[in-house]
Every structure is written in C-alpha cells, then in structure tokens.
C-alpha cells in the first residue's frame, strides 16, 4: 500500500519555527522528487518548495525563500520542511507531493497555524 504521512503541524506563535516530516512507504522512495504545497482557507494550492530524488537540487517559491528549508533522507523514507520565522499568512494546512514520470502520489495533510 503507497502512503505518504505528513506531521509535525501544529499551532505557533509569530516568529516561531516548526519541522515538518512526510513518511513514505509503498514505493521506491529514491526515484521520486517530492514537493510541498500549502492550502489555506478560500485560496488555490500553493506549490512553494521541490527537492530532487538525490537532494541535489532544491526550489523555494519567494514566499518562503530564506525561511524555509527542504531536505530528505533517503535512508529513512522521509522528508521534510524546517520552518523558520513563521508568520501568521503561513497558516494553511500543509501537504506533501511524491513524484516520478507517471506516478504521483499524496499525503493527507497537516495544519499549521501562526498566530499573531
């Protein structure tokens, strides 16, 4: 069975960091990009940050660029995202995307939310 389990969401103050976690199991963890997207209340998806299957290259979207920061450990099945000086427009519940040719896969999501 695929699954990809996002955690680590929770509430936080303004300033405040978290780290995310997204677990894979079901499929060859190594040969897939994985990415983050975020979703807040009454907007589009947002796809802000990708890592390579080699973690050799990495992407920020600008609004998360210097804040956040991707990673993966290939040998644990897993990645993650470490947040840092989180604000308030940060909350959204966060989802973690598993990708490689034809095969795309989802976690369920976990909320993250800033408070003022």
């Known amino acids: 069975e695929v699954q990809l389990v996002e955690s680590g969401g929770g509430l936080v103050q303004a300033g405040g960091s978290l780290r995310l976690s997204c677990a894979a199991s079901?499929?060859?963890?190594?040969?897939?990009?994985i990415s983050w997207f975020r979703q807040a209340p009454g907007k589009e998806r947002e796809g802000f940050s990708c890592?390579?299957?080699?973690?050799?290259?990495?992407y920020y979207g600008d609004s998360v660029k210097g804040r956040f920061t991707i990673s993966r450990d290939n040998a644990k099945n897993t990645a993650y995202l470490t947040m840092n000086s989180l604000k308030p427009e940060d909350t959204a519940v966060y989802y973690c995307?598993?990708?490689?040719?034809?095969?795309?896969?989802w976690g369920q999501g976990t909320q993250v939310t800033v408070s003022g």
């Open positions: 995307n598993a990708e490689f040719l034809q095969d795309e896969y």
């Open positions: 079901g499929f060859t963890f190594d040969d897939y990009a």
């Open positions: 890592i390579s299957s080699s973690d050799r290259i990495t």
